[in-house]
Every structure is written in structure tokens, then in C-alpha cells.
């Protein structure tokens, strides 16, 4: 089993840029995918993106894309969001995940424990 740290998290105003972390450990990172999820209040847990284990692929959810990118470290077993041109909407709890898979094409097994992003307009 594989634990997530999420770090980066806090309050920026619209417009403006934050940096998500995820450290992992207790399993070769470098074999999985990873991705990141987020939940708004009242609403239900989402997709926002996902890299392959060599990081040559990517996916991301339309409403982020073009303004967030997400990249790994693999010698860091550190996986990132990087989030600019934030949006009021994008305010949610934000989960990174890990793949039982070097793919993302199937549900993560693993999330972290989550970070706040608050944007305000």
C-alpha cells in the first residue's frame, strides 16, 4: 500500500498560481500512475489529471485544461499540479491518487488525504 502527502495548498486570488505536492511512499513509485482529483463542497469527487508512470502521458479534465499542468519526479517520489489562471470554481478539497497501474485508465487505489484550495474572486 502506497501513502500520499499532499502539500501546496491555501487561499490565492483569481487569476493567480498555486503549487500542489504529493510525496509518496511505501512502494516503487516510478511503476504507477498518479493523478489528481478535487471535491467542491456539496458536490462529488472529480477528476482533474493524471500522468503515466513515465510521464509521457497525460490527461486532463476539460475544465483545467491549458491552465494546470501535472508532472513527476520519480526520483523525488514526488508527483505535481501546477495550477495557473485560477478560477473562483476551481475552489475544492484537491486528492492526489495513486494507480494500481503505469496507466490511468482504471480507478486509484490510494488517495491522499487531501489539501484546500480556495480562490477567491
Known amino acids: 500500500q502506497v501513502q500520499l502527502v499532499e502539500s501546496g495548498g491555501g487561499l490565492v486570488q483569481a487569476g493567480g498560481s498555486l503549487r500542489l505536492s504529493c510525496a509518496a511512499s511505501?512502494?516503487?513509485?516510478?511503476?504507477?500512475?498518479m493523478g489528481w482529483y478535487r471535491q467542491a463542497p456539496g458536490k462529488e469527487r472529480e477528476f482533474v489529471a493524471a500522468?503515466?508512470?513515465?510521464?509521457?502521458?497525460?490527461d486532463y479534465a476539460d475544465s483545467v485544461k491549458g491552465r494546470f499542468t501535472i508532472s513527476r519526479d520519480n526520483a523525488k517520489n514526488t508527483h505535481y499540479l501546477q495550477m495557473n489562471s485560477l478560477k473562483p470554481e476551481d475552489t475544492a478539497v484537491y486528492y492526489c491518487?495513486?494507480?494500481?497501474?503505469?496507466?490511468?485508465?482504471?480507478?486509484?487505489?490510494?488517495w491522499g488525504q487531501g489539501t484546500q484550495v480556495t480562490v477567491s474572486s
Open positions: 500522468i503515466t508512470w513515465s510521464g509521457f502521458s497525460t
Open positions: 511505501g512502494r516503487t513509485f516510478s511503476m504507477y500512475a
Open positions: 491518487a495513486a494507480y494500481n497501474s503505469r496507466g490511468y485508465g482504471t480507478t486509484p487505489n490510494s
